[in-house]
């Protein structure tokens, strides 16, 4: 149960994040040009530069960010199921053997 809650969360966390940083970028690809107009035409080519880059750069973050997180809850997931783990299949068994044990002591 803990489990589930803590993907959702980290669902939810994760488009999140992605549509900040991807907004963010497509504010800067229209934001900056128009800031370059208001203060010279001369600074419109800079502008541009500035607002491509900007968007690349947020996006690639956003998408690296993005499958970062992705894979960090996979690995949570996967801490939680007992065929991967030896330390929790040698506790199943423990407990077996323990019960068989002491039924051959009382019938014996």
Do not use: W
């Not at 970062?68 to 929790?88: D, H």
């Not at 077996?96 to 039924?103: A, G, N």
């Amino acid at each position: 149960m803990t489990a589930s809650c803590c993907s959702v969360s980290d669902g939810f966390v994760v488009i999140v994040g992605l549509f900040t940083n991807v907004s963010s970028g497509v504010k800067d690809v229209f934001y900056e040009p128009i800031y370059g107009v208001v203060h010279g035409t001369t600074d419109l080519p800079a502008g541009l530069a500035k607002g491509a880059a900007s968007f690349v750069k947020k996006t690639v973050f956003g998408l690296s960010d993005t499958v970062t997180k992705v894979t960090g809850s996979i690995g949570k997931g996967m801490r939680y199921c007992p065929y991967l783990s030896p330390v929790l299949t040698n506790l199943q068994v423990f407990p077996l053997q323990h019960s068989t044990r002491t039924s051959k002591s009382r019938g014996g």
